[in-house]
Nanobody, 127 residues
Framework: QVQLVESGGGKVQPGGSLRLSCSTSGFILDDHAISWFRQAPGKEREQVLC??????????YYADSVKGRFSISRDNPKKMVYLQMNNLRPEDTAVYYC??????????????????WGQGTQVTVSL
């Protein structure tokens, strides 16, 4: 079955960096777009970044606040997707999720179109 498992979260001071990993199984990662979402306490879940499937891995930023600080990458042979987060801010504190959908090759759509989610990994940015 399809599984996505996030790891790499933790507590970091403002200005620090973390790299989140999304380990995937049960589907052909090469053919699927993968998004990272986050949900802060008391707030709605928001889409952060997405990377297309296929040969041209176009990246889309959905949260303006992370531009220039976050990046997404994929290693298809290893079935992994990564979220590199630099210059972290307290407002980046959230549970981070990776997600995809059956047959989703290109980024787009809302979170409600994503079928498969990981369990999330907590990122806390504070002194």
């Amino acid at each position: 079955q399809v599984q996505l498992v996030e790891s790499g979260g933790g507590k970091v001071q403002p200005g620090g960096s973390l790299r989140l990993s999304c380990s995937t199984s049960g589907f052909i990662l090469d053919d699927h777009a993968i998004s990272w979402f986050r949900q802060a306490p008391g707030k709605e879940r928001e889409q952060v970044l997405c990377i297309n499937g296929g040969s041209v891995n176009t990246i889309y930023y959905y949260a303006d606040s992370v531009k220039g600080r976050f990046s997404i990458s994929r290693d298809n042979p290893k079935k992994m997707v990564y979220l590199q987060m630099n210059n972290l801010r307290p407002e980046d504190t959230a549970v981070y999720y990776c997600a995809t959908a059956a047959g989703l090759r290109f980024c787009g759509g809302t979170q409600y179109e994503y079928d498969y989610w990981g369990q999330g990994t907590q990122v806390t940015v504070s002194l």
